[in-house]
């Protein structure tokens, strides 16, 4: 006869992505001109996989003869092929990169999250996909700039400078290198020491599209070789993800020149939840906004705030929310939440959770059994936090939250707004008036209602204040690229 | 403890935003169950499965065979679980529970005028307590959808406390006919009601109104019973019914409901899987994962 069947303990198996059809190289030169050379320093240093803290690859540092070299290939290319092409030859390239990311877009996924740390689930749902998809959006507008700034003269800007964060290493150098030469730009790129990998593979699909040399180049290395690129006076526009104290330096780099730039900075930014928010879908948002990709997202809502009169019921409901994300691996289809990118990084988030506590505010992990060996660090939360706490100030870019109660509209729109940054914010509310209210008197670039983290290639990204200035995505990322008269 | 009987303690239910619970659902959805995880949650859906016949032409003959499928799944494997219920209609009670008895197999019985309940109160109690005189261990009533959707909450909260008190020792299991009620914040709402009111589970459809059991109601109904877990620390179960026809789904909801309710859920005495078609495809996913080959559906047996 038939048994029952007790056991309830049910646990996922791990389901690991395969690596073995990923096509790696020991060590990567970089990418001048269209050809792979070796870094005249003759100096390399090593990515490792933040899972595991083995290494994967070999990566050149570039100097300032590199970037020299960078520089003038895509001034050649600029001067002699692409600023003389026609503007549908020019989309068809583009179009031609976003396919062949496309067909190589598990390999991407893998190699993104080996490098990156981040979950193999995000790797391959929103960052490749997305990255293909904002070549695709400026494929389009190559041949129809006209249209986007009817009446105006333009002229590209000439040679672009690009510096991206490790956060998005793929999906950031889309952003950048996609609208640059949509509008007749050539391009310097260099990824963030972390995380160079895809932007190599990039540079393999952009040899494999046939591009003319010297349109894209991609050079990789530290901050020096990006202060090189910053500083290089033949280069016509910056363009910078990242930390908003380098942004400083480079703004203070660039004064008295000619160069353009667009800054993509910090955040610190609210999520707001009033007491009529559809609440269980309010908590995904909460946890969207600071546990995806880590908490390493500049948009990041890192500071909750929630009406009083449904605060604790919010925490609960967090608390226990946080408690069903799976922290791991983040090659296994099931983790939730992968590895902090790097050992500075993560002792950085670490520095500032021991602030949180020394400051008095009640801390709450989830009680998940964390790896041994690589960089993790357990979704987090702060209660009891006030508006002058250092932990809801300064912007932590890792899985840390900070939630402070409200009462009143007014009060809460004013408690957003308090801060030097001004990237994006959430509000969750079951009522269209107060959403409109709110997104006309938060100062925030971006501001999403009832959801959080949404990324669409047409739509404008950039910051108020320290968040930066410029926007990247949609027509106005275009503008960012072109002279109009 | 429970509210029963006690309409005045109804919460207001909060808001449900459809786009943000069909983000959730697709999260559950990317769950990948794989080796022992899968065979482990294929032979818990088994476990958890309502073997259900409820037709204008069921026959005794029909019921047998049903029966005897119910704790004989699949006896060339041997090891397997039975399911967890045989559901029919109360004329059948009396022949089902001398066909399963000493199995662990329980007996449900549809009620209240299944499937519409468009009939007047005393029937509908005569319905239940015929039901149970046969020796029914679970009472599947249904709603009065008419009547919730004109507003008459008291009415509909009145009425499953009027059934769950002729019901005796038999768990009450009230049905929302979520295809009926359209809007995810009225199956909340009317998750609330069942709940408040005295069911022992909550039931999505009658399977016969489509769409029936989608994740997204389900979820909603999850999370009712969460809260209402939360409040009062009683447990409610919770019984998805009609269009969950295969093994990857019926695993998509146990993920579902381990990840919001935990795995105390996770047993046959609080989560259901009302389907016929359901377990001769787990069966098969079973076999697949044992010896490697998918089978021909020749080979397993149609009760």
Not at chain 1, 341 to 360: A, C, P, R, T
Not at chain 1, 375 to 395: D, L
Request: aromatic share 8%; hydrophobic share 40%; with cysteine.
């Amino acid at each position: 006869m038939a048994s029952k069947n007790k056991k309830t303990n049910w646990e996922y198996a791990p389901s690991i992505e395969s690596t073995d059809h990923i096509n790696l190289k020991k060590r990567y030169g970089l990418f001048i001109n269209g050809k792979w050379v070796t870094p005249s320093s003759k100096k390399y240093f090593k990515t490792i996989n933040p899972n595991d803290e083995k290494v994967i690859a070999e990566i050149s540092h570039a100097n300032q003869n590199d970037v020299n070299n960078a520089v003038k290939a895509a001034r050649m290319a600029y001067d002699k092929v692409w600023s003389k092409m026609p503007a549908a030859e020019r989309g068809k390239y583009i179009y031609r990169i976003a396919r062949l990311m496309q067909e190589r877009a598990r390999e991407f996924a893998v190699v993104e999250s080996l490098d990156a740390g981040k979950p193999i689930r995000e790797a391959r749902d929103i960052d490749i996909p997305l990255a293909c998809n904002h070549f695709f959006y400026y494929a389009g507008w190559s041949d129809k700039l006209d249209y986007a700034f009817p009446n105006r003269k333009i002229s590209p800007l000439g040679v672009a400078g690009q510096i991206i964060p490790w956060n998005f290493p793929l999906l950031m150098a889309a952003w950048k290198i996609a609208p640059a030469l949509a509008a007749g730009n050539t391009v310097v790129l260099k990824p963030a020491e972390t995380t160079s990998l895809t932007a190599l593979k990039l540079a393999e699909v952009i040899e494999e599209s046939g591009l003319p040399a010297g349109v894209v180049n991609i050079i990789t290395g530290f901050g020096d070789t990006g202060a090189a690129i910053v500083n290089h006076p033949d280069v016509n526009k910056i363009a910078f993800t990242g930390s908003t104290g380098v942004g400083k330096i480079i703004q203070k780099a660039i004064s008295g020149t000619d160069k353009k730039a667009t800054l993509e900075l910090g955040g610190k930014s609210a999520n707001i939840i009033f007491d009529d928010a559809p609440l269980d879908q309010a908590i995904e948002g909460i946890v969207n906004g600071i546990f995806f990709n880590q908490g390493h997202v500049c948009c990041a809502g890192s500071r909750l705030f929630v009406q009083e009169s449904i605060a604790d019921k919010v925490v609960r409901k967090l608390k226990h929310r946080m408690q069903s994300l799976v922290i791991g691996n983040p090659l296994d289809k099931n983790t939730d939440v992968g590895a902090i990118n790097s050992k500075e990084q993560l002792q950085i988030i670490k520095k500032y959770i021991k602030i949180g506590i020394d400051e008095g505010a009640e801390m709450h992990q989830s009680s998940c059994d964390i790896p041994k060996k690589g960089f993790f660090c357990a979704p987090t939360i702060f209660t009891n936090v006030a508006q002058s706490s250092v932990i809801a100030q300064e912007e932590i870019f890792g899985p840390v939250l900070t939630i402070q109660t409200f009462r009143t509209v007014d009060e809460v729109i004013q408690k957003a707004n308090n801060s030097p940054y001004g990237l994006a914010a959430g509000v969750w509310t079951d009522k269209g008036s107060r959403i409109f209210n709110l997104t006309t008197k938060l100062k925030a670039g971006v501001i999403w209602a009832n959801t959080y983290n949404k990324f669409d290639p047409s739509s404008p990204f950039g910051g108020y204040k320290e968040s930066g200035f410029g926007r990247e995505g949609g027509m106005q990322g275009l503008s960012a690229y072109l002279k109009l008269s | 403890m429970k509210n029963q009987n006690n309409f005045s303690a109804l919460p207001i239910s909060p808001t449900v935003d459809k786009v943000g619970v069909e983000e959730r659902v697709s999260r559950f959805q990317k769950r990948s169950i794989k080796t022992d995880a899968k065979s482990h949650g294929l032979r818990m859906v088994l476990n958890m499965i309502d073997l259900t016949t409820l037709e204008g032409k069921d026959t005794p003959g029909k019921v047998r065979q049903m029966c005897y499928k119910a704790h004989h799944l699949h006896d060339s494997l041997p090891g397997l679980p039975t399911v967890a219920a045989v559901c029919v209609y109360p004329s059948m009670v009396g022949l089902a529970k001398s066909l399963v008895k000493n199995s662990g197999v329980k007996v449900a019985s549809v009620s209240t005028a299944f499937p519409s309940g468009q009939a007047p109160m005393d029937v509908k109690i005569s319905d239940t307590k015929f039901a149970v005189n046969e020796g029914a261990d679970e009472i599947d009533m249904v709603i009065s959808r008419g009547k919730f959707l004109a507003g008459e909450y008291n009415f509909v909260f009145d009425e499953i406390a009027a059934i769950k008190e002729v019901c005796g020792k038999a768990r009450l299991k009230v049905i929302l006919e979520t295809g009926e009620l359209a809007t995810l914040d009225k199956v909340r709402k009317a998750s609330d009601i069942a709940i408040y009111a005295g069911a022992d589970f909550i039931k999505t459809s009658t399977g016969k109104i489509q769409p029936a059991a989608t994740m997204q109601v389900t979820y909603t109904m999850l999370m009712a019973i969460k809260d209402y877990f939360d409040e009062t620390g009683v447990m409610i179960g919770m019984k998805p019914a009609g269009g969950i026809s295969n093994s990857k789904l019926a695993l998509h909801n146990l993920v579902m409901v381990k990840e919001l309710l935990g795995d105390k859920w996770l047993t046959n005495e609080w989560f259901r899987f009302g389907a016929s078609s359901l377990a001769n495809d787990v069966l098969m996913q079973i076999l697949k994962t044992e010896t490697g080959n998918y089978q021909s559906s020749d080979y397993f047996t149609i009760d």
